[in-house]
Protein backbone atom coordinates (compact mmCIF):
# COMPACT_ATOMS: atom_id res chain seq x y z
CA UNK A 1 0.00 0.00 0.00
CA UNK A 2 1.56 3.50 -1.31
CA UNK A 3 0.65 5.72 1.77
CA UNK A 4 2.90 8.67 3.18
CA UNK A 5 5.19 8.89 6.40
CA UNK A 6 4.33 11.18 9.02
CA UNK A 7 7.26 12.34 10.58
CA UNK A 8 7.52 15.57 12.33
CA UNK A 9 9.48 18.77 11.66
CA UNK A 10 12.67 19.85 14.00
CA UNK A 11 11.22 22.69 16.67
CA UNK A 12 13.75 25.11 15.37
CA UNK A 13 11.85 25.21 11.47
CA UNK A 14 8.93 27.84 11.15
CA UNK A 15 7.79 26.44 7.43
CA UNK A 16 7.96 22.77 5.87
CA UNK A 17 11.23 21.40 4.51
CA UNK A 18 11.61 20.81 0.77
CA UNK A 19 10.45 16.89 1.01
CA UNK A 20 7.68 17.96 3.12
CA UNK A 21 3.85 18.71 2.41
CA UNK A 22 0.74 19.26 4.33
CA UNK A 23 -2.36 17.89 3.68
CA UNK A 24 -5.98 19.50 4.51
CA UNK A 25 -8.99 18.09 4.80
CA UNK A 26 -12.65 19.82 4.86
CA UNK A 27 -16.30 18.52 5.58
CA UNK A 28 -18.47 21.55 4.48
CA UNK A 29 -18.45 24.73 2.83
CA UNK A 30 -21.26 27.20 3.48
CA UNK A 31 -21.60 30.58 2.78
CA UNK A 32 -21.67 31.35 6.45
CA UNK A 33 -20.54 29.80 9.89
CA UNK A 34 -22.44 26.89 11.19
CA UNK A 35 -23.72 27.13 15.12
CA UNK A 36 -21.93 25.75 17.31
CA UNK A 37 -22.72 21.96 18.79
CA UNK A 38 -21.68 18.39 18.05
CA UNK A 39 -24.21 17.58 15.33
CA UNK A 40 -23.18 17.85 11.57
CA UNK A 41 -22.50 21.16 11.33
CA UNK A 42 -19.88 21.24 13.31
CA UNK A 43 -16.92 20.92 10.75
CA UNK A 44 -18.55 23.34 8.46
CA UNK A 45 -16.50 26.11 7.08
CA UNK A 46 -17.74 29.30 6.16
CA UNK A 47 -16.47 30.62 2.13
CA UNK A 48 -14.67 33.63 3.68
CA UNK A 49 -12.36 30.99 5.72
CA UNK A 50 -12.07 28.50 2.72
CA UNK A 51 -10.93 31.34 0.39
CA UNK A 52 -8.59 32.74 2.99
CA UNK A 53 -6.90 29.45 3.22
CA UNK A 54 -6.61 28.86 -0.68
CA UNK A 55 -5.36 32.40 -0.53
CA UNK A 56 -2.67 31.78 2.07
CA UNK A 57 -1.39 28.51 0.08
CA UNK A 58 -0.64 30.56 -2.82
CA UNK A 59 0.98 33.63 -0.98
CA UNK A 60 3.21 31.24 0.65
CA UNK A 61 4.54 30.33 -2.92
CA UNK A 62 3.16 26.50 -2.87
CA UNK A 63 0.33 24.62 -5.14
CA UNK A 64 -2.68 23.86 -4.03
CA UNK A 65 -3.58 19.99 -5.76
CA UNK A 66 -5.49 16.60 -5.34
CA UNK A 67 -3.48 14.35 -3.19
CA UNK A 68 -2.35 12.22 -5.67
CA UNK A 69 -1.00 15.43 -7.86
CA UNK A 70 1.24 16.23 -4.58
CA UNK A 71 2.06 13.04 -3.79
CA UNK A 72 3.79 12.89 -7.54
CA UNK A 73 5.56 15.87 -7.31
CA UNK A 74 8.44 15.43 -4.30
CA UNK A 75 10.61 18.15 -3.46
CA UNK A 76 8.28 20.95 -4.80
CA UNK A 77 6.19 22.82 -2.25
CA UNK A 78 2.73 22.07 -2.58
CA UNK A 79 -0.73 21.72 -0.61
CA UNK A 80 -2.88 18.64 -0.91
CA UNK A 81 -6.71 19.97 -0.32
CA UNK A 82 -9.06 17.24 0.89
CA UNK A 83 -12.86 16.86 1.59
CA UNK A 84 -14.66 14.08 2.84
CA UNK A 85 -18.42 12.75 2.47
CA UNK A 86 -19.35 14.66 -0.80
CA UNK A 87 -21.93 17.26 0.65
CA UNK A 88 -23.37 19.95 -1.63
CA UNK A 89 -21.40 22.50 -0.40
CA UNK A 90 -18.07 21.41 -1.42
CA UNK A 91 -19.59 21.26 -5.12
CA UNK A 92 -21.28 24.97 -4.96
CA UNK A 93 -19.11 26.68 -3.24
CA UNK A 94 -15.60 25.08 -2.58
CA UNK A 95 -15.01 23.41 -6.25
CA UNK A 96 -15.90 27.11 -8.05
CA UNK A 97 -13.32 28.95 -5.90
CA UNK A 98 -10.65 25.79 -6.52
CA UNK A 99 -11.30 26.54 -9.97
CA UNK A 100 -10.93 30.22 -9.97
CA UNK A 101 -7.19 29.66 -8.49
CA UNK A 102 -6.28 26.97 -10.85
CA UNK A 103 -6.12 24.52 -8.05
CA UNK A 104 -7.44 21.22 -7.92
CA UNK A 105 -8.75 18.74 -4.82
CA UNK A 106 -9.67 15.45 -3.43
CA UNK A 107 -13.29 14.49 -2.77
CA UNK A 108 -14.03 11.46 -0.76
CA UNK A 109 -17.39 10.73 -0.85
CA UNK A 110 -19.56 8.33 0.69
CA UNK A 111 -21.66 6.11 -2.28
CA UNK A 112 -25.21 5.26 -0.10
CA UNK A 113 -25.20 8.95 -0.16
CA UNK A 114 -24.60 9.72 -3.43
CA UNK A 115 -27.92 12.28 -4.99
CA UNK A 116 -29.25 12.46 -1.33
CA UNK A 117 -30.49 15.91 0.33
CA UNK A 118 -27.27 17.83 1.41
CA UNK A 119 -25.20 15.34 -1.02
CA UNK A 120 -23.31 15.70 -4.61
CA UNK A 121 -25.45 13.62 -6.93
CA UNK A 122 -22.90 11.80 -9.65
CA UNK A 123 -23.60 14.16 -12.69
CA UNK A 124 -22.30 16.64 -10.40
CA UNK A 125 -19.28 13.94 -9.28
CA UNK A 126 -18.29 13.75 -13.46
CA UNK A 127 -18.63 17.21 -13.48
CA UNK A 128 -15.63 17.51 -10.70
CA UNK A 129 -13.44 14.54 -12.20
CA UNK A 130 -14.17 16.31 -16.27
CA UNK A 131 -12.69 20.18 -14.35
CA UNK A 132 -9.08 17.77 -13.17
CA UNK A 133 -10.48 16.96 -9.30
CA UNK A 134 -10.30 13.73 -8.19
CA UNK A 135 -12.93 12.04 -6.85
CA UNK A 136 -12.38 8.77 -4.57
CA UNK A 137 -13.85 6.52 -1.71
CA UNK A 138 -15.19 7.33 1.51
CA UNK A 139 -16.66 3.92 2.26
CA UNK A 140 -19.96 3.01 1.00
CA UNK A 141 -22.22 3.90 4.45
CA UNK A 142 -19.86 6.02 6.37
CA UNK A 143 -19.46 3.36 9.13
CA UNK A 144 -16.52 2.80 12.20
CA UNK A 145 -14.26 0.37 10.40
CA UNK A 146 -12.37 -0.50 13.41
CA UNK A 147 -15.74 -1.87 14.57
CA UNK A 148 -16.04 -3.95 11.24
CA UNK A 149 -15.80 -7.94 11.33
CA UNK A 150 -13.33 -9.09 7.75
CA UNK A 151 -16.50 -9.88 5.69
CA UNK A 152 -18.22 -6.65 6.63
CA UNK A 153 -15.05 -4.39 5.77
CA UNK A 154 -14.51 -5.79 2.42
CA UNK A 155 -18.03 -5.32 1.37
CA UNK A 156 -18.01 -1.38 2.41
CA UNK A 157 -14.28 -1.25 0.55
CA UNK A 158 -15.53 -3.07 -2.39
CA UNK A 159 -19.15 -1.88 -2.79
CA UNK A 160 -17.35 1.70 -2.34
CA UNK A 161 -14.66 1.16 -5.11
CA UNK A 162 -16.81 -1.04 -7.36
CA UNK A 163 -19.77 2.23 -7.64
CA UNK A 164 -16.92 4.58 -8.08
CA UNK A 165 -15.18 2.39 -11.05
CA UNK A 166 -18.66 1.76 -13.04
CA UNK A 167 -20.03 5.65 -12.56
CA UNK A 168 -16.80 7.78 -12.93
CA UNK A 169 -15.18 5.45 -15.41
CA UNK A 170 -12.14 5.13 -13.51
CA UNK A 171 -9.78 2.67 -11.28
CA UNK A 172 -10.77 4.22 -7.72
CA UNK A 173 -7.14 3.65 -5.78
CA UNK A 174 -7.89 5.81 -2.73
CA UNK A 175 -9.75 6.08 0.91
CA UNK A 176 -10.19 8.05 3.56
CA UNK A 177 -11.22 6.47 6.46
CA UNK A 178 -14.60 7.97 8.16
CA UNK A 179 -14.05 9.72 10.97
CA UNK A 180 -10.12 9.10 11.10
CA UNK A 181 -11.22 5.64 12.55
CA UNK A 182 -8.82 3.14 10.53
CA UNK A 183 -9.52 -0.69 10.64
CA UNK A 184 -8.49 -3.18 12.97
CA UNK A 185 -4.57 -3.82 12.26
CA UNK A 186 -4.80 -7.55 11.46
CA UNK A 187 -7.79 -6.79 8.72
CA UNK A 188 -5.62 -3.72 7.30
CA UNK A 189 -4.45 -6.00 4.35
CA UNK A 190 -8.01 -5.93 3.16
CA UNK A 191 -7.43 -2.59 2.01
CA UNK A 192 -4.92 -3.59 -0.58
CA UNK A 193 -7.08 -6.45 -1.27
CA UNK A 194 -9.42 -4.45 -2.38
CA UNK A 195 -7.61 -2.77 -4.79
CA UNK A 196 -6.82 0.37 -2.85
CA UNK A 197 -3.20 2.28 -3.22
CA UNK A 198 -3.12 5.23 -0.55
CA UNK A 199 -5.55 4.78 2.54
CA UNK A 200 -6.13 8.39 4.25
CA UNK A 201 -6.66 9.20 8.21
CA UNK A 202 -7.75 12.29 9.89
CA UNK A 203 -4.48 12.93 12.18
CA UNK A 204 -3.23 16.01 12.13
CA UNK A 205 0.84 16.57 10.75
CA UNK A 206 3.19 16.70 8.08
CA UNK A 207 3.36 13.92 5.40
CA UNK A 208 6.90 13.57 3.98
CA UNK A 209 8.50 12.14 0.86
CA UNK A 210 11.40 10.78 2.65
CA UNK A 211 11.05 6.75 2.55
CA UNK A 212 10.32 4.67 4.13
CA UNK A 213 6.46 5.29 3.31
CA UNK A 214 4.59 3.31 5.94
CA UNK A 215 1.70 4.76 8.35
CA UNK A 216 -1.78 6.64 6.75
CA UNK A 217 -1.31 9.89 5.11
CA UNK A 218 -2.00 12.84 8.16
CA UNK A 219 -4.26 15.77 7.02
CA UNK A 220 -5.14 18.92 9.37
CA UNK A 221 -8.71 19.35 9.87
CA UNK A 222 -10.43 22.55 9.39
CA UNK A 223 -13.46 23.59 11.02
CA UNK A 224 -15.70 27.31 11.55
CA UNK A 225 -13.71 30.49 10.73
CA UNK A 226 -9.96 30.56 9.89
CA UNK A 227 -7.96 33.62 10.32
CA UNK A 228 -5.08 34.20 7.85
CA UNK A 229 -2.79 34.17 10.28
CA UNK A 230 -3.81 30.99 11.23
CA UNK A 231 -3.51 30.06 7.68
CA UNK A 232 -0.72 30.67 7.31
CA UNK A 233 0.73 28.80 9.70
CA UNK A 234 -0.96 25.38 8.74
CA UNK A 235 0.25 25.94 5.40
CA UNK A 236 4.30 26.59 6.37
CA UNK A 237 3.43 23.38 9.05
CA UNK A 238 4.30 25.97 12.08
CA UNK A 239 5.76 23.00 14.36
CA UNK A 240 4.17 24.95 17.50
CA UNK A 241 0.66 24.41 15.81
CA UNK A 242 1.41 20.56 15.09
CA UNK A 243 2.62 20.70 18.77
CA UNK A 244 -0.29 22.09 20.34
CA UNK A 245 -2.89 20.07 17.99
CA UNK A 246 -0.90 16.25 18.30
CA UNK A 247 -1.37 17.13 22.15
CA UNK A 248 -5.01 17.64 22.11
CA UNK A 249 -5.50 14.12 19.15
CA UNK A 250 -3.81 12.29 21.70
CA UNK A 251 -5.83 13.23 24.09
CA UNK A 252 -9.14 12.18 22.69
CA UNK A 253 -7.78 9.08 21.37
CA UNK A 254 -7.25 7.95 24.43
CA UNK A 255 -11.12 8.36 25.31
CA UNK A 256 -11.65 7.08 22.04
CA UNK A 257 -9.74 4.01 22.50
CA UNK A 258 -11.58 3.39 26.26
CA UNK A 259 -15.34 4.23 25.20
CA UNK A 260 -15.01 2.67 21.32
CA UNK A 261 -15.63 4.33 18.32
CA UNK A 262 -19.49 4.68 18.40
CA UNK A 263 -19.68 5.80 22.12
CA UNK A 264 -17.17 8.22 21.66
CA UNK A 265 -18.85 9.84 18.58
CA UNK A 266 -22.26 9.64 21.16
CA UNK A 267 -19.88 11.21 24.01
CA UNK A 268 -18.69 13.91 21.86
CA UNK A 269 -21.68 14.78 20.43
CA UNK A 270 -23.50 15.31 23.73
CA UNK A 271 -20.44 17.04 25.18
CA UNK A 272 -20.21 19.81 22.35
CA UNK A 273 -23.63 20.34 22.38
CA UNK A 274 -23.80 21.34 26.27
CA UNK A 275 -21.18 23.89 25.59
CA UNK A 276 -23.47 25.25 22.93
CA UNK A 277 -25.97 25.49 25.15
CA UNK A 278 -23.96 26.97 27.77
CA UNK A 279 -22.98 29.64 25.45
Excluded at 52 to 58: E, G, R, Y
Excluded at 69 to 85: E, H, Y
Excluded at 245 to 272: M, N, P, Q, V
Aim: with cysteine.
Amino acid sequence: MIVANSESLPASSGMAAADSWVALVYHDVQPAAAPSGGGPDHFTVPLASFECMLDAIAEAGHAGYSLATAMARPGRRRVAITFDDGTLGQYDYAFPALVARGMTATFYVTIDWIGTPGFMTWDQLRDLVASGMSVQSHTATHPFLSELGADELRAELIASKTALDTELGQDTSEIAFPGGDAPASRLRFLITEAGYQTAVGTRWGVNTDRPPMRGFVRRCTLRGEVTTERARRIVEADPWLKLSSTAKEATLRRIRATLGASRYARWRRRFLDSLAGDS
